[in-house]
C-alpha cells in the first residue's frame, strides 16, 4: 500500500531530501553494477579458459591408458593434497575466493624403480587436478559475483522504477496543492479587502 502524502511544507520537505537521497545513491550503485559486470565478465573468461586447459589435459593423459594401469598405485600417494592455497579478495564489497595453487604429497621415490614416462604421467596429474579447484573455485566466485550483481540491478531498478518517481509525484502533488491554497489564501484576502472598503464607504455616506 502506497504511503498516504501529507500535503504540507514539511512532508514537501521531506519528499524532497528522500529524492536528493535516492539520486545521490544512484550513481554508486551503477557503478558498483558496472564493476560486477566487468568482474563476471572476466571471472567467466578464465573459467572458459581453465575447462579448455583442462580438456587437453584429460585428453593427454586418456592416451596414458595403461601406464595408468601399471602406476596407479604408486601415483595415488604423489596427487594426494596436502593444501589448498586460495585468499579472499573484496570486489565491490563482496568476499571472492581466489586460487593459489595446491601443495601435494611429495614422497621420495627411486627413478630406477619406476617407469621413464612417471615424472610426466605425474605432472599432467597434478596439474589437472590443480586446474579442476581452479575452475570449482573459479565458479563459486562467479556466484558470489552474480549475487551481487543481481541484487544492485534490483535496487537501481527500485530506485528508478519506484522511488524515484514516487518522490517527485509527491513534490508535484504536495507543490500544487500548496500553490492552490496560496491562490484560495489570496482570493480570500482580496475578498476581505473590498468587504470591508464597501463597510467603510457605507459608513462614511452614512
Not at 74 to 84: A, C, D, P
Not at 94 to 117: C, E, M, Q, W
Not at 151 to 170: F, G, H, M, V
Request: aromatic residues 8%; positive net charge; proline residues 3%.
Amino acid at each position: 500500500m502506497a504511503e498516504r502524502i501529507k500535503l504540507n511544507k514539511i512532508s514537501l520537505r521531506s519528499q524532497k531530501q528522500k529524492l536528493a537521497m535516492y539520486q545521490r545513491f544512484l550513481p554508486a550503485l551503477e557503478a558498483r553494477k558496472q564493476q560486477l559486470m566487468m568482474q563476471l565478465a572476466a571471472v567467466r573468461a578464465q573459467i572458459t579458459e581453465q575447462e579448455a586447459r583442462l580438456q587437453e589435459l584429460l585428453d593427454e593423459i586418456r592416451t596414458w591408458g595403461a601406464l595408468y594401469g601399471v602406476m596407479g598405485p604408486m601415483l595415488r600417494y604423489f596427487i594426494e593434497v596436502r593444501e589448498i592455497k586460495s585468499s579472499v579478495v573484496n570486489v565491490a564489497g563482496l568476499k571472492v575466493p581466489r586460487f593459489h595453487g595446491i601443495t601435494f604429497n611429495d614422497p621420495s621415490y627411486s627413478y630406477f624403480a619406476t617407469p621413464p614416462s612417471f615424472d610426466q604421467v605425474l605432472l599432467r596429474s597434478r596439474e589437472a587436478i590443480e586446474c579442476r579447484e581452479a575452475i570449482r573455485m573459479l565458479v563459486e566466485g562467479e556466484k558470489v559475483l552474480f549475487e551481487g550483481f543481481r541484487k544492485t540491478s534490483q535496487r537501481i531498478n527500485l530506485y528508478e522504477q519506484r522511488l524515484i518517481p514516487e518522490c517527485r509525484e509527491a513534490i508535484r502533488k504536495i507543490v500544487v496543492y500548496l500553490q492552490d491554497q496560496q491562490a484560495a489564501g489570496v482570493g480570500v484576502a482580496k475578498v476581505a479587502k473590498r468587504l470591508a472598503e464597501a463597510a467603510m464607504l457605507e459608513e462614511a455616506g452614512a
